[in-house]
C-alpha cells in the first residue's frame, strides 16, 4: 500500500476527469501547504539505542520550587531564590538559557539561546508550521551542540528553559516523533561519555530572571525580524496535520461566506 500511494503523491501525470485518482486531489493540496508525505530519500536510522525504562536518563532534572503562579506573585523573591539557587551549582558548570517564539503575523517560529559565561547569544528560525514545543527542545538541542563543540570539557552543563514539557519529553524514555528529542538525547549521551553531565532545570518565565527575559526577547525579536540563522527541521506528523487542519479549515470558511453571499437576495 506505500509503494502506490507514494506513486500518487510524487506523480506528474495529467489525469483524465473521469479516470483521475480519488487522492490527487488531497496530495495536491497538500503539496501546496509545502508539506512533502514521502521523503525522497529515506533517512538513516538514528544511533542513539533508547534504553529499558528501569534505567535512569542520562541527563538530571531539576525544577524551580516555586510554581508560575507563585513566582510572579512576588517577582522579587523569585529572582533572588533563583539567584540563591544558581549560585549554588559549581563555578566550573556552564549555564544556557533557551526559548522558544511563535507568532502568527508573520507566520514565524524562532529559538534562541544566551549563554552568560561565554558572552554568546544567538537566534534560529525554524522551518515554517513548526509548534512551539519545536521551538523550545531546538532551543536546547543548539546549546547542547555548542557545549559540545567546545574545546574545552566542563563537568557539567546546566540547561535553564521554562517549558516544562521539553525537560519531561527529554527525560523520558518514551519514542518520540519529533526529531529533535532524539538528537538531545544523543547529545546528551555523548557528552557524558567526553565527561560532561547534564542538568536540566525548570524555571518560570516572565518573572524578572534575567537570563530568562533575555531570551524570551531574542526569540521575539527574530519572529519580528527573521534576520538569523534558519533551521531547517523536519515536521513532525502532529505538525503536518495541524497544518493541514487549519488550511482546510480556512477554506471551508472562504467557501461558506462566499456560498451565503450568492443565497443573500439582493436588495431591489
Not at 536518563?57 to 531564590?81: V, Y
Amino acid at each position: 500500500m506505500h509503494k502506490p500511494l507514494v506513486q500518487l503523491a510524487t506523480t506528474t501525470t495529467q489525469w483524465k476527469p473521469r479516470s483521475t485518482p480519488g487522492l490527487i486531489k488531497e496530495f495536491v493540496f497538500v503539496k501546496s501547504l509545502g508539506i512533502s508525505l514521502f521523503s525522497q530519500q529515506l533517512r538513516l536510522p538514528s544511533t542513539y539505542k533508547y534504553p529499558p525504562p528501569s534505567r535512569p536518563p542520562d541527563c538530571k532534572t531539576s525544577w524551580f520550587p516555586l510554581n508560575k503562579q507563585q513566582a510572579m506573585a512576588c517577582r522579587h523573591r523569585t529572582t533572588s531564590l533563583f539567584n540563591t539557587l544558581d549560585s549554588s551549582a559549581p563555578a566550573t558548570s556552564i549555564r544556557a538559557y533557551t526559548d522558544g517564539s511563535k507568532s502568527s503575523s508573520p507566520e514565524t517560529t524562532t529559538c534562541a539561546i544566551f549563554i552568560p559565561a561565554l558572552n554568546k547569544e544567538h537566534a534560529w528560525t525554524l522551518t515554517k508550521g513548526s509548534s512551539i514545543f519545536t521551538a523550545e527542545v531546538t532551543a536546547i538541542y543548539q546549546a547542547l551542540k555548542l557545549f559540545y563543540d567546545m574545546d574545552d570539557c566542563p563537568p557539567e552543563a546546566i540547561i535553564y528553559s521554562d517549558s516544562s514539557s521539553a525537560i519531561t519529553a527529554i527525560s523520558s524514555n518514551s519514542l518520540s516523533e519529533n526529531e529533535a528529542i532524539t538528537a538531545i538525547r544523543e547529545i546528551i549521551a555523548s557528552l557524558k561519555s567526553s565527561g560532561t553531565r547534564t542538568r536540566l532545570t525548570w524555571i518560570p518565565s516572565h518573572t524578572g530572571i534575567e537570563g530568562n527575559e533575555r531570551t524570551d526577547r531574542l526569540a521575539a525579536t527574530e519572529c519580528n525580524t527573521q534576520d538569523g540563522e534558519e533551521v531547517h527541521n523536519s515536521l513532525s506528523p502532529k505538525e503536518m496535520v495541524s497544518i493541514i487542519r487549519a488550511n482546510w479549515a480556512s477554506s471551508l470558511a472562504v467557501s461558506a461566506e462566499r456560498s451565503l453571499r450568492l443565497l443573500t437576495p439582493l436588495a431591489l
